[in-house]
């Protein structure tokens, strides 16, 4: 009978988050919890880059979590002021389809002052 032996790999060390969002609930698959969740985490995301604008941080990492078919899920959302475009690409696209023009006018200014 052989030995287990120890893998001599190494793991890399997963990086503590500057924020959490935890979405409780529980969602059937990830269509159902994206779908139930993409403005709180769109929002999140918002929040992120405007705490960009008064940090001395090159980037900030912002962690979502929540269970899925039972089963805990997370990911990470890492994002620096040399990433604003997405602000512009990814975000905002997603307020101007619900008519949030307020919040569109507010990712404009904020891309803006990051990228000046």
Not at 53 to 81: H, Y
Request: charged residues 35%.
């Amino acid at each position: 009978m052989s030995k287990p032996t120890q893998s001599t790999g190494t793991k890399k060390k997963r990086k503590e988050p500057d924020f959490v969002l935890n979405l409780d609930g529980t969602y059937k698959d990830f269509t159902d919890f994206y779908g139930k969740n993409k403005e709180t985490i769109y929002r999140s995301i918002l929040n992120l880059f405007k705490e960009l604008t008064s940090t001395d941080k090159f980037s900030l990492t912002l962690m979502v979590t929540a269970k899925i078919r039972g089963l805990e899920w997370d990911t990470d959302f890492t994002f620096s002021k040399k990433d604003a475009k997405s602000l512009i690409r990814d975000v905002m696209p997603f307020f101007e389809q619900n008519e949030d023009y307020e919040t569109c006018s507010e990712i404009i200014k904020l891309h803006k002052n990051l990228t000046l």
